[in-house]
């Protein structure tokens, strides 16, 4: 799939407040710095069109934008960023489970990991979450750029067999790089390929 155009629609805090209508979206979720936004700009080509940081905790609502004047996608704020403090990361995590178990149109959502760590418990936990809720999801490991291929292997082989504990089939997996803009084809082609199914 092309991208065409790709411009931002809205940022919210309410669930209810998102774009109406019936056009599917794909929401980008994961902790915090491990590349959501950079890789909204990534796959479509605009640098700026999601706001990055290096350092966490940049995106704090829920922001669309619409591609292809068709479907929208969706950048979240990050979990599990302690700098936030209690009231804070209570307020982003009802942010984004209310808009996870409410939001109709979410079509997949895309749970990005960091290519360079061991399976982390607080990620384990939102996929069985995601489970549990029955919302359908995929895993983007992102900045594979960091490793090379050997080490890339062994971490995603590690993370493989930790996520067979607990599920019994494995979800769709894609790799990312927004640094060296890998995995673009791949993960447009998927979500194509979701939304005629
Ligand atoms: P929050 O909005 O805070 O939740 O973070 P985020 O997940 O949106 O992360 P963001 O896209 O802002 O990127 C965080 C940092 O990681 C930035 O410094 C990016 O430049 C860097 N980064 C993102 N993707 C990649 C990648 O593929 N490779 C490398 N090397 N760095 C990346
Ligand atoms: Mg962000």
Same mark, same amino acid.
């Given at each position: 799939m092309e991208i065409k155009s790709a411009e931002f629609v809205v940022s919210n805090?309410?669930? %209810? %407040?998102?774009?109406?209508?019936n056009k599917p979206e794909y929401a980008f979720i994961g902790r915090s710095n491990v590349g959501k936004s950079s890789l909204i700009n990534m796959i479509t080509g605009k640098k700026g069109l999601a706001m990055t940081s290096s350092k966490p905790g940049k995106t704090q609502l829920i922001n669309h934008f619409i591609i292809n004047d068709s479907w929208y996608l969706v950048d979240l704020p990050g979990y599990g960023y302690a700098q936030r403090g209690k009231e804070g990361r209570e307020n982003i995590r009802r942010i984004i489970e209310d808009y996870i178990l409410e939001r109709e149109q979410l079509t997949n959502l895309f749970v990005l990991l960091d290519c360079r760590l061991e399976a982390q418990k607080i990620d384990l936990e939102f996929m069985e979450w995601l489970g549990e809720n029955g919302i359908p999801f995929s895993i983007v490991f992102t900045k594979i750029d960091k490793l090379g291929g050997g080490k890339l292997r062994e971490n995603l082989n590690a993370y493989t067999k930790k996520l067979l504990e607990s599920w019994e089939e494995l979800p769709p997996i894609l790799l990312t790089s927004s640094e060296k803009k890998e995995g673009k084809e791949e993960l447009l082609n998927y979500i194509d390929e979701i939304t005629k199914s």
């Open positions: 805090t309410d669930v %209810k %407040k998102c774009p109406e209508g």
